[in-house]
């Protein structure tokens, strides 16, 4: 079973940037899983339903919810089993927690990181 942890989270002001990383790890065969799964970031707002903020297949094309296109960027690195989001210009709507999984989703969570835009 794979387990997914985020991490890079953290309290930025309007305008700044942080980086998200999503190591995968477990028991069983892992060993570059993210070559074998389209992956995604999600995020969820208190309050909101869990929303898909970009995704990355496995011919390395991507796609971005329109609210963050131009922003924020996706990648991953194979051997190390992590995929990352580059997140630019954050504004305080995007204050959520950051979850990240294949696309569509396995049934198991990580514990997302907590990103909280504000002056």
């Known amino acids: 079973q794979?387990?997914?942890?985020?991490s890079g989270g953290g309290l930025v002001q309007p305008g700044g940037s942080l980086r998200l990383s999503c190591a995968a790890s477990g028991t069983g065969s892992?060993?570059?899983i993210f070559s074998f799964y389209d992956v995604a970031w999600y995020?969820?707002?208190p309050g909101d339903q869990r929303e898909l903020v970009a995704t990355l297949t496995t011919r390395d094309t991507t796609n971005y919810a329109d609210s963050v296109k131009g922003r924020f960027t996706i990648s991953k690195d194979n051997g190390k089993n992590t995929v990352y989001l580059q997140m630019n210009s954050l504004k305080p709507e995007d204050t959520?927690?950051?979850?990240c999984n294949a696309n569509p989703p396995?049934?198991?969570w990580g514990q997302g990181t907590q990103v909280t835009v504000s002056s």
């Open 43 to 45: 995020r969820q707002a």
């Open 30 to 32: 892992i060993f570059r």
């Open 96 to 99: 959520a927690v950051y979850y």
């Open 106 to 108: 396995w049934s198991t």
């Open 2 to 6: 794979v387990q997914l942890v985020e």
